[in-house]
């Protein structure tokens, strides 16, 4: 068409006005095309999320199976804790049951207005060592507290007696009488604080399964057993104790801690050395009157008084 519209063939009209600009159109288009780049950049979003959520869930399933990992051997250090913590009780009671006894033997001798003023020392001097057991038993645990709650080695009480238990594997590769490097480390540090106690004397027992030996250097268990204890007794002797406080032994496989004894788990228990409190000459029982003393051997002077229990 020209310039002019009409209304009739052949008659002019008005004039063509210009096409509005399709501001709509442009501005759908525009909003349309900012969806779809936010549509975009929330997907990558979410996916960046879901990759660190994996790995923050990946890591944190490592941080749980540590903390079970950890809690489990806390749980067992805590059991042999208590253990060891139940033994010093028993032998704390045995203790204290000894000395109500003693006290109440003191009471009835101050009653009795025949009783001797030696009977009534003795009986004081009887009580006050039994007090000293108790404190040096305490004492003991808390200087091997650390060894103890590592499973290096265990205090209980064994026939009435205070035992320090080292397992045969955490000192002597299998079937030989020479320490590993590591067991050499624990015992010198057994005698570094066994030997706070100078007035003590101790008895170093070694013990072995009743598994046949299999080493040409050693004749049975019983020979392995001694030779290890021997072997414990002279390190403990360079770490400082006094070689008349030690006395060493071997059981062999004749006092086991498990009777037919057939797992690995029970074996190994029987293996071990055990350093055993011998009981001070002022706890004993005195002997008949009517047997000899044989003279000490320094020369006629006798032994100074224990005064640790």
């Known amino acids: 068409m020209g310039k002019y519209d009409t209304d009739e063939v052949g008659k002019p009209g008005k004039p063509l006005r210009p096409r509005p600009f399709p501001w709509k159109l442009w501005l759908f288009a525009l909003v349309m095309a900012a969806a779809a780049g936010a549509a975009g950049y929330f997907a990558w979003d979410f996916r960046e999320q879901v990759k660190a959520t994996e790995v923050s869930q990946a890591e944190h399933a490592g941080k749980l199976a540590s903390t079970e990992k950890a809690a489990v051997e806390c749980k067992a250090a805590q059991d042999q804790h208590l253990k060891v913590a139940a033994d010093a009780k028993a032998i704390a009671a045995k203790c204290v049951v000894d000395s109500k006894d003693l006290t109440a033997q003191n009471t009835k001798l101050s009653g009795n207005l025949n009783a001797s003023k030696d009977e009534l020392a003795a009986l004081r001097v009887q009580q006050r060592e039994i007090e000293n057991r108790l404190a040096a038993i305490a004492e003991i645990q808390k200087q ?63 013990h072995s399964d009743n598994q046949p030996l299999k080493s040409a250097l050693f004749k049975d268990n019983w020979e392995l057993a001694t030779a290890r204890a021997l072997t414990v007794t002279r390190v403990l002797v360079k770490a400082g104790m006094d070689p008349k406080n030690l006395v060493p ?61």
């Open 249 to 309: 032994a071997g059981a062999g496989e004749h006092d086991p801690l498990i009777e037919k004894a057939t797992s690995a788990k029970d074996l190994a228990r029987n293996r071990r050395i055990e350093i055993a409190l011998l009981p001070a000459i002022n706890e004993l029982p005195p002997l008949p009157a009517g047997l000899g003393e044989t003279p000490p051997a320094d020369g006629g002077k006798a032994p100074p008084e224990s005064k640790q229990p």
């Open 144 to 206: 091997f507290a650390r060894m103890i709650d590592t499973g290096a080695m265990k205090v209980t009480a064994r026939r009435g007696s205070l035992v320090i238990s080292l397992p045969a594997e955490v000192l002597f590769p299998s079937a030989v009488a020479d320490l590993s490097e590591d067991g050499l480390i624990k015992v010198q540090e057994v005698g570094f604080t066994l030997k706070k106690f100078p007035d003590r004397r101790y008895l170093v027992v070694g």
